[in-house]
């Protein structure tokens, strides 16, 4: 089954307690992307990757950090995260930049105390 | 800055309703319209979008409309349904090669 996979689903930590959030997908897709949604702000994307290796900041990259070693993953960092990091986040993967559907995960919600 | 701006942020219509999401944008240079469907607890998985050289386009139950000159576009959804219940994000983009930039969502219940 075509899919992106995010773990874990919810996470509660404590203010500059490490984390990562993990995401995958198994279309080959070369496009991967992050997005964090807050009530009234919609999505906004947090930082993008075009391909293995190649990563550029979104809208929000503050305070996160992303890799692309491989294809298939795009792991979202936060090294130091703040109450104002609660949100709820996404991965998406599609083929390429632009007008292709992008495929959303199911979603990581955060709460940093 | 809010390239795309969306009402309304919420909208209660009854079963068999027309209920209408508006998203004005500024960019010119946008050239591509997606909406997203979002059930709670999922991600938004795209429902329709329409390029600017038409002014509608109908799958199903939804359809785009599209007024290039006014800078706006918006989702029809016709007889709806409690399944419809959701939120929507109209997006918009330059075409290939740039990144989507989605509105703040509108929350649609539809009541029995």
């Known amino acids: 089954e075509a899919q992106v996979t995010q773990n874990p689903r919810y996470l509660i930590t404590v203010t500059g307690k490490k984390l990562t959030v993990t995401c995958s997908q198994n279309?080959?897709?070369?496009?991967m992307s992050w997005y964090r949604q807050d009530p009234g702000l919609g999505l906004r994307q947090i930082y993008y990757?075009?391909?293995?290796?190649?990563?550029d900041k979104g809208d929000v990259p503050e305070g996160y950090k992303v890799s692309r070693k491989e294809k298939r993953n795009f792991p979202l960092i936060l090294e130091s995260p703040s109450p104002n990091q609660t949100s709820l986040y996404f991965c998406?993967?599609?083929?390429?930049?632009?007008?292709?559907?992008?495929?959303f995960g199911p979603g990581t919600r955060l709460t940093v105390t | 800055q809010q390239q795309v701006k969306q009402s309304p942020q919420s909208l209660i219509v009854q079963k068999g309703g027309i209920p209408i999401i508006n998203c004005a944008y500024e960019n010119t240079a946008f050239d591509y319209f997606p909406w997203y469907q979002q059930f709670p607890g999922k991600g938004p998985a795209l429902l329709i979008a329409?390029?600017?050289?038409?002014s509608e386009k109908k799958e199903g139950r939804f359809t785009i409309s599209f007024n290039k000159s006014a800078k706006q576009f918006s989702l029809h959804i016709m007889d709806s349904q409690p399944g419809d219940s959701a939120t929507y994000f109209c997006?918009?983009?330059?075409?290939?090669?740039?990144?989507?930039?989605f509105g703040e969502g509108t929350q649609l219940t539809v009541n029995p």
């Open positions: 329409i390029r600017p050289d038409v």
């Open positions: 279309m080959n897709h070369e496009y």
């Open positions: 997006a918009a983009n330059k075409g290939s090669g740039s990144r989507l930039t």
């Open positions: 990757s075009m391909n293995v290796e190649v990563t």
């Open positions: 998406a993967s599609s083929l390429l930049q632009g007008i292709h559907e992008q495929y």
